[in-house]
């Protein structure tokens, strides 16, 4: 009996697998291209902000630059409201728009739909033809097969407990489940070992191009003894979030 739970098993375990052994392979070649220097690229605070923590970071970013130059207000309730309806930029111009004619909106759903504006996209999109960045296609393949792969490894786990328990006590049907089973058990979690070293880079908004950038950039331990605290504010939000703030109004309604 415990047999018909071991074809399921290992079917899972190779498929799971081989997809993700066959999503890095695509990854690997598309980071053999050679990078461009930063210096070609532009590395700005958004670009910073991106490589550190993707659409949403950069979000985050633009609505605590705008609030502190007073082009918006973040109530801890959870609205946005406009106050200059002017943007300086093509991204503070979207949001602006995203927030709509009404000049006030939930900070939640906001965030959400600027996320996914193409003006935030195109900064991940020039990242990622500079080599900086891990395009978002090989990011999203290679977080679903690396779930895959994990699921496969319960599944596993779940049919050899079925199978012990199904066996029938002294005939050597459970150290039979045990030794086959180990099987596909090895090679899941070999491939998720596998995965955590080579893989994982695949995973993160940077490519390793973009870690080195993201290296370089410094966040005084003190903002407020800084010769320009705003631009150190900012620094500290591009690289760690909304946890960087000191002021726990401006946290709370980002939090929401």
């Known amino acids: 009996m415990w047999v018909l739970l071991l074809i399921p098993a290992c079917a899972a375990a190779a498929f799971s697998c081989l997809q993700l052994v066959r999503v890095a392979t695509r990854a690997d070649l598309l980071d053999g291209f050679g990078p461009r220097p930063p210096e070609a690229v532009g590395i700005g605070l958004y670009e910073t902000a991106y490589l550190a923590g993707g659409p949403g970071r950069v979000v985050e970013l633009?609505?605590?630059?705008?609030?502190?130059?007073?082009r918006l207000h973040l109530a801890h309730t959870g609205w946005t409201t406009v106050v200059d309806p002017r943007g300086r930029s093509r991204l503070e111009r979207a949001l602006i728009e995203q927030i709509g004619p009404e000049g006030q909106c939930r900070t939640?759903?906001?965030?959400?739909?600027?996320?996914?504006?193409?003006t935030v996209r195109e900064i991940g999109d020039r990242l990622a033809r500079a080599g900086l960045a891990t395009p978002e296609t090989v990011r999203r393949d290679t977080s679903r097969a690396v779930r895959q792969?994990?699921?496969?490894?319960?599944?596993?786990?779940?049919?050899?407990?079925?199978?012990?328990?199904?066996a029938a006590p002294g005939t050597g049907d459970a150290s039979a489940a045990i030794a086959w089973f180990s099987l596909p058990l090895i090679l899941t979690c070999g491939t998720l070992l596998m995965a955590r070293v080579d893989v994982h880079?695949?995973?993160?908004?940077?490519?390793?191009?973009?870690?080195?950038?993201?290296?370089?950039?410094?966040?005084?331990?003190?903002?407020?003894h800084t010769r320009d605290p705003e631009q150190a504010l900012l620094t500290a939000v591009a690289m760690v979030g909304p946890a960087a703030l000191t002021d726990e109004r401006l946290r709370a309604a980002l939090r929401t």
Do not use: D, K, N
């Not at 994990?150 to 199978?163: H, I, Q, T, W, Y």
């Open 149 to 166: 792969v994990r699921m496969a490894l319960l599944l596993c786990v779940l049919l050899l407990a079925a199978s012990l328990a199904l």
């Open 201 to 224: 880079t695949y995973t993160r908004f940077a490519a390793p191009a973009g870690l080195e950038v993201l290296r370089t950039a410094r966040v005084p331990r003190q903002l407020g």
């Open 108 to 118: 939640g759903p906001l965030r959400a739909s600027l996320a996914a504006h193409p």
């Open 62 to 70: 633009a609505l605590v630059l705008m609030a502190g130059r007073g």
